[in-house]
Every structure is written in C-alpha cells, then in structure tokens.
C-alpha cells in the first residue's frame, strides 16, 4: 500500500504538458505521466512475507549471516529486513520501522519503509511473519563441550595463598574477562575452573586472551611468568597446542613489611618484578627488585599494625603512648613529618618502632 502527502511536488526542471495518465496540465515525470500518477501506480519496495531468524537460548544471540551477536530483537531484524528486502534507489532518506505482536511463538509484524522522491514523502507497509528458530550458537557449543585453549595456573612462593588473597585472585581474572567479553570478545569464556591446595586454574577458550589476562595478573600481583605447550590434536591438517601460563605470586604482599639491606619497608606496589616501598625510618620511596627480597626477612602485613595516642612531639621526636598498657615510648620522627592526628599507626619490627604511613 502506498501513501502520498499532500506536499506539492516540485516543478523546477520539468516541462509543462498534459498527464496521459490523468489529463492534467502538469510536469511530466517519467513515461509520459505526472509525479502523482506515477507514484500511484509504482511500488518502491518490496521483500518476503515470511523470515526466519534464529535465536540461541544459551546466550540470547541472534544469528544474522554467518555471525552471532547479543543485540536488541528490533535491531537484528532491521538487518534482516535490508538483506531480504529491495528498495528503489529512487528514495531518499529511507526509513525502516517495525511493529511486532507474539502469537504463538510467532511474531506479525507490520514493516514500514518510508522515504522521499522529489519532496514527496512516501510511505509502503509490509506484512511479515517472523519465525523464530532455536539453536545453540557456535560458542555456547564450545563452552558445553569443555573446549579450552589455555589453562592459566596461579601459585603461591613458598607458602600457601589465604582465603581472602584466593577470593581476590579469583574475582580479578573473572572481571578482566568480563571486560574483555563486553568489549566484543563474545568468543572468550571460562570453560572450568579448579581450585586446588596449590592455588587456582583457569581454563580458558582463547590462548592469546589469556596469555594478557595472565600478564595482567603477574603486572598487579608481582612475581614470575612462565609458559609451556602441550599438543592437543590435529585441526585442518594442522597441529593445535595448548598453552599454559603459570603466575607465580611472590611470597611477599602488598602492605607486607620487610627487612632489607640493613633497612625496613612497607610494600606499596608490585609490578612484575619490581617492588615499590616505603623505608620506615624516612618514609622515603623506593623501588627493588623482587628477587632481592626474597632472601629476605618478611614479618607480615597490617595485621602487624598496632594504633598508639600521640603525646607530644618536637621537631626530631615523637612521644606515643599504648593505649592498652599506658606506657610510653619515644621514638625519632622521618624529616619533613609533621603529626596533626592524636593518634597514628606503629609497627614493631625486630624490636624497632616505626611509624606506618597513611
């Protein structure tokens, strides 16, 4: 069905003579006929009265072409709509709006194309029937059949992880898949995961993604990275291998306090290898390799952390009182310190009393 406005149409170019249509003195269009007479009898699009779209019941994807995404219904059918549909390169500014009702899994919808000829707008409405088809996507087909392309292997140095550091550790490598799934990784999933004495495994559908994810982690977690391959058949002719990536976490956390060179620190920061801390006695920033703390005596984190009331305090001293025993202790300030608070955090280490920054 065609509708025409009642927008005059333009006579700019057109040579005044009679519609053999209509037998009006107006501009010719095309084949003898004036505008009006030529878009009754014209139809500027047309397409198939029945589609069918498939649906995956697992993730929600629709499949248009050869490719699944996670979009709106209106939104996959409008891409369908101008695969399956022919519209006059005559229109302009084209238009395509859908209205859809559900019956018996079965949507009627009403297509509307609309666009412009000589500043005429015309409008052509379409009955389809869209028949949803069921069936599950290359992806979640992978994911219910365990496939997996890389194992990311996390481990402690020379202890055990605590309960609270493996809820970390879990929750950093499930967010930086989200991310990378939102981003448009639609095929990266964590086919299994295990977590043993040892620490934690990830097995996951996409080896280069989880070589970065695993780089991540060593990048905010500190520590080692190693690499090995493993066959795992032939594909097209060709040998396929599974990789795994081992982060090794370092014996040493962040907030962790440590004996170095003659000298304390706090753990401010791990970076792959690299450490950075805070010498106690200044409260001076440093950078170290984390190979050389290993060696090294490592007391413990904040649960080492003890709150004592500010007494008084003088340019080089700071007088601090337990606030459980009542006693008291003078202990020398870092240059450049000053203390407004009537309370600070210490930490006692091999005797020594330090200050712990903020």
Request: proline share 4%; glycine share 6%.
């Amino acid at each position: 069905m065609v509708y025409i406005s009642p927008k005059e149409p333009n006579r700019n170019g057109f040579k005044i003579m009679f519609c053999v249509e209509c037998g009006k003195d107006e501009p010719i269009f095309r084949n003898g006929v004036c505008l009006n007479c030529y878009l009754k009898h014209t139809q500027f699009s047309k397409g198939p009265t029945i589609m069918d779209i498939t649906f995956c019941p697992r993730c929600s994807s629709y499949k248009h072409k050869n490719t699944w995404a996670q979009e709106p219904f209106d939104d996959i059918l409008k891409q369908h709509i101008k695969d399956a549909f022919t519209i006059s390169y005559e229109l302009k500014n084209v238009a395509i709006q859908t209205q859809c009702n559900e019956q018996d899994r079965i949507l009627q919808c009403m297509v509307t194309i609309s666009g412009f000829l000589e500043g005429q707008q015309i409008t052509e409405q379409h009955p389809l029937t869209v028949r949803i088809r069921r069936s599950t996507c290359d992806v979640c087909s992978r994911e219910a059949g365990g496939y997996y392309e890389a194992i990311i292997q996390i481990r402690a140095e020379k202890r055990t992880f605590p309960k609270d550091e493996l809820k970390i550790l879990r929750s950093t490598v499930e967010s930086l898949v989200g991310q990378l799934q939102k981003s448009g990784k639609r095929g990266l999933f964590i086919t299994d995961f295990d977590e043993t004495r040892k620490g934690l495994d990830f097995f996951l559908s996409e080896k280069a993604t989880a070589f970065s994810i695993a780089k991540k982690i060593q990048e905010q977690f500190g520590g080692e990275f190693k690499q090995s391959a493993a066959t795992a058949g032939m594909k097209d002719s060709k040998q396929m291998y599974r990789m795994t990536y081992l982060v090794r976490i370092p014996a040493y956390r962040k907030g962790d306090f440590f004996s170095f060179d003659n000298s304390f620190f706090m753990i401010v920061s791990l970076h792959e290898n690299k450490v950075r801390a805070i010498e106690l006695s200044s409260l001076v920033e440093t950078v170290i390799d984390g190979k050389d703390i290993q060696p090294s005596k490592i007391f413990g984190g904040m649960e080492l952390v003890r709150e004592m009331i500010v007494v008084s305090q003088s340019k080089k001293e700071i007088q601090l009182m337990n606030p459980r025993t009542y006693s008291t202790v003078e202990i020398q300030k870092p240059k450049m310190v000053s203390i407004d608070t009537s309370m600070v955090n210490t930490v006692k280490l091999d005797g020594y009393l330090f200050l712990v920054p903020g």
